[in-house]
């Protein structure tokens, strides 16, 4: 079952949008992981494209300047 979650934060006006839960990481991501050839291969922040992250959202929209991941380099 699929479940949303709907966030708002208030900075100069109401910005609204739903949010899906975490979920495991997909077969298809952690097929590319597994991938030698593969360059997210044993990749230890891997996590599906397959949609918005609730955990590491900070501010919409969902950019990487608004995640906590923007610290890291982009593999």
């Given at each position: 079952?699929?479940?949303l979650k709907?966030?708002q934060?208030?900075?100069n006006?109401?910005?609204?949008?739903s949010?899906?839960?975490?979920?495991?990481v997909?077969?298809?991501?952690?097929?590319?992981?597994?991938?030698?050839?593969?360059?997210?291969?044993l990749?230890s922040?891997i996590?599906?494209?397959?949609?918005?992250?609730y955990?590491?959202?900070?501010?919409?929209?969902?950019?990487?300047?608004?995640?906590?991941?923007?610290?890291f380099?982009?593999?």
């Amino acid at each position: 079952m699929f479940f949303l979650k709907e966030i708002q934060y208030l900075i100069n006006n109401i910005k609204t949008t739903s949010i899906s839960l975490d979920m495991s990481v997909c077969d298809e991501c952690l097929k590319e992981m597994r991938d030698f050839k593969n360059k997210r291969y044993l990749y230890s922040f891997i996590n599906c494209t397959c949609g918005p992250r609730y955990t590491i959202i900070e501010n919409i929209p969902y950019d990487r300047v608004n995640i906590s991941m923007k610290k890291f380099k982009m593999c």
